[in-house]
């Protein structure tokens, strides 16, 4: 029987015990030999949440079904995380007349029993992942309320972020500012970035302006120092790139 043998991390579990690819994949090959199995493909992504199927080695995987036979994987949370994706993933390879297993629980589809007691424990997989969310999401509304520091932003137009802090980029900065100004002036958020983008002043990451974009950086109040996350707005630690007056000329009201 022909395997593909599928191994993933995310950035929250790499450095577990058991969980690094490379011992996932030595685990995989074992198996596989003591089987008897041919491994047909071995499909790795670093770094991805199990909670989506956007995963390049996983998106490949399934491109290719027709290469193998079985899908192999050490757990089953390493596959999916979710009961929905899960559940989809299952249906498509039943389709296809593919079988899947998970060396840990020692589930396979060829049995009735083994398909039940699968979906009962990909449900309890996702209640641990739904229940970690919430935890972080906690942990985020407490940071909002009473912490410093920014509550995830990575690297927000106008800014560069470093150290554990957002500075601001001056070439940016003057970029935003005059979006503030040319918006005062009444110019529609539309218009905003069809001049920008007949000046050639790209947007991050070197795409172009567009209106959502624009209204993205002009009623954001991080702007004028301030962090906001689920309705929560507080004092930031970072500079400033537009006064909380013009902000509240644009918006209508001022951060606090």
Same mark, same amino acid.
């Given at each position: ?11 929250? &579990? ?8 490379? /011992? ?21 992504? &670093?770094?991805? =949440?199990?909670? *989506?199927?956007?995963?390049?080695a996983?998106?490949e %995987?399934? &491109?290719?079904?027709d ?9 089953? +949370? ?6 929905? *994706? !899960? ?22 589809? #060829?049995?009735?029993?083994?398909? !039940?007691?699968? +979906? $009962? ?8 992942s ?9 942990? %985020? ?5 009473c ?13 560069? @972020? =470093? ?9 940016? /900065?003057?970029?935003v500012?005059?979006m503030?100004?040319? @918006? ?8 905003? =970035?069809?001049?920008? *983008?007949?000046?050639? $002043?790209? /947007? ?5 302006? *567009? ?5 993205? $950086? ?7 120092? !301030? $962090?906001?996350? +689920? ?11 537009? &006064? ?9 009201? #001022?951060?606090?």
């Amino acid at each position: 029987m022909r395997a593909a043998l599928y191994a993933r991390v995310s950035t929250e &579990d790499q450095a577990t015990e058991g969980y690094s690819l490379d /011992a996932q994949m030595k685990s995989l090959e074992a198996y596989c030999r003591s089987r008897g199995w041919t491994p047909a493909g071995r499909y790795v992504d &670093d770094g991805y =949440s199990g909670r *989506n199927t956007e995963r390049p080695a996983y998106k490949e %995987m399934m &491109d290719f079904m027709d290469d193998w036979d079985v899908l192999l994987v050490l757990k089953m +949370d390493r596959i999916h995380r979710n009961s929905v *994706n !899960f559940t989809g993933m299952m249906h498509l390879l039943n389709k296809k007349g593919k079988e899947f297993n998970s060396i840990r629980e020692k589930f396979d589809t #060829t049995t009735a029993m083994g398909r !039940f007691v699968m +979906d $009962i424990m990909q449900r309890i997989a996702q209640l641990e992942s739904e229940q970690i969310g919430e935890r972080v999401r906690m942990g %985020m509304e407490r940071k909002a309320r009473c912490g410093t520091g920014t509550l995830g932003s990575g690297h927000p137009y106008g800014y560069v @972020y =470093s150290g554990g802090m957002l500075h601001v980029d001056v070439d940016e /900065a003057l970029t935003v500012r005059t979006m503030y100004k040319l @918006y005062v002036k009444g110019m529609s958020m539309e218009d905003i =970035s069809r001049t920008l *983008n007949d000046a050639s $002043i790209p /947007a991050k990451k070197g795409g172009k302006w *567009n209106k959502q974009s624009v209204h993205g $950086i002009l009623h954001n109040p991080l702007y004028a120092g !301030f $962090i906001k996350w +689920d309705g929560i707005i507080r004092k930031g630690d970072h500079s400033a790139i537009i &006064d909380p007056l013009l902000f509240h000329k644009v918006n209508g009201y #001022t951060p606090a």
